[in-house]
């Protein structure tokens, strides 16, 4: 009569310990797996607005300007250039490359390994400068258009030393995903590799482009960019292993 209670107890024990076990190993794997997906976003940069390699959420490839608002890069405080609303309907909007030169073919070339971008309307080489492109990540390289132009947004990512938090980038012209053309602030070292994968302008530059470069219009694709790993003398742009 006393046995038969504690055999069944020992088995309503038994029961319940297994059943814990199993929860606990059932929430340690979710752990796991939560915590793989967000070490992998967080590799690929998909916890970040953008940049630059970074094409991560379609809502931050948008207009975005913080004046006022300090930035960071590479561990250091960055004071933003002041973006004024009203160049949308401005400046901005007016050629000012090529006003001289025929209508024709707008195409845009940036030359890796001699870290310079070459505008040319035609045959008409119309701007010609020194800029920055990956060093972090690559610079992709293929022949895309222009799909977005934005006159400024808010750019974050990387990690540890390498985080940077940099609102009001200038004067952005997405080509591919998120790789842009756009003015840089935070450095000045453009002819050598400074990015994490978009091509870094002097800002003056910049602007010369953003407000000579075409977006797309209806059917019509945006202005051509080519990156190159090369830019031969004879205007020939060597490509290796280009993305299709």
Same mark, same amino acid.
């Given at each position: 009569?006393? !046995?038969?209670?504690?055999?069944?107890?020992?088995?309503?024990?038994?029961? !319940?310990?297994?059943?814990?076990?199993?929860?606990?190993?059932?929430?340690?794997?979710?752990?796991?797996?939560?915590?793989?997906?967000?070490?992998?976003?967080?590799?690929?940069?998909?916890?970040?607005?953008?940049?630059?390699?970074?094409?991560?959420?379609?809502?931050?490839?948008?207009?975005?300007?913080?004046?006022?608002?300090? %930035?960071?890069?590479?561990?250091?405080?960055?004071?933003?250039?002041?973006?004024?609303?009203?160049?949308?309907?401005?400046?901005?909007?007016?050629?000012?490359? %090529?006003?001289?030169?025929?209508?024709?073919?707008?195409?845009?070339?940036?030359?890796?390994?001699?870290?310079?971008?070459?505008?040319?309307?035609?045959?008409?080489?119309?701007? !010609?400068?020194?800029?920055?492109?990956?060093?972090?990540?690559?610079?992709?390289?293929?022949?895309?258009?222009?799909?977005? !132009?934005?006159?400024?947004?808010?750019?974050?990512?990387?990690?540890?030393?390498?985080?940077?938090?940099?609102?009001?980038?200038?004067?952005?012209?997405?080509?591919?995903?998120?790789?842009?053309?756009?003015?840089?602030?935070?450095?000045?070292?453009?002819?050598?590799?400074?990015?994490?994968?978009?091509?870094?302008?002097?800002?003056?530059?910049?602007?010369?482009?953003?407000?000579?470069?075409?977006?797309?219009?209806?059917?019509?694709?945006?202005?051509?960019?080519?990156?190159?790993?090369?830019?031969?003398?004879?205007?020939?742009?060597?490509?290796?292993?280009?993305?299709?």
């Amino acid at each position: 009569m006393v !046995k038969k209670p504690l055999k069944k107890s020992r088995k309503k024990h038994k029961r !319940k310990y297994f059943f814990n076990f199993k929860l606990y190993l059932f929430l340690l794997l979710i752990a796991l797996f939560g915590t793989l997906v967000y070490r992998y976003f967080q590799r690929t940069n998909y916890l970040y607005p953008i940049c630059l390699h970074e094409k991560t959420c379609k809502t931050e490839l948008s207009l975005h300007i913080d004046n006022n608002v300090p %930035g960071l890069f590479q561990g250091k405080k960055i004071i933003p250039p002041f973006i004024n609303i009203q160049d949308l309907n401005g400046q901005s909007n007016q050629a000012v490359l %090529g006003q001289a030169t025929p209508s024709a073919t707008k195409h845009i070339y940036v030359d890796l390994s001699n870290q310079t971008l070459e505008a040319y309307q035609g045959n008409t080489l119309i701007l !010609k400068t020194y800029i920055s492109t990956g060093k972090w990540d690559p610079t992709p390289v293929g022949n895309f258009h222009i799909w977005e !132009k934005l006159l400024a947004t808010r750019m974050a990512g990387g990690q540890g030393a390498d985080a940077y938090d940099l609102p009001n980038v200038p004067y952005v012209m997405y080509f591919y995903e998120g790789y842009g053309l756009h003015g840089a602030y935070w450095h000045d070292n453009f002819g050598h590799p400074m990015s994490h994968g978009c091509v870094n302008l002097r800002q003056v530059d910049a602007k010369l482009l953003y407000n000579w470069a075409d977006g797309p219009s209806g059917n019509t694709p945006g202005t051509e960019v080519s990156i190159c790993n090369q830019l031969t003398s004879n205007h020939v742009c060597i490509q290796n292993n280009p993305i299709q």
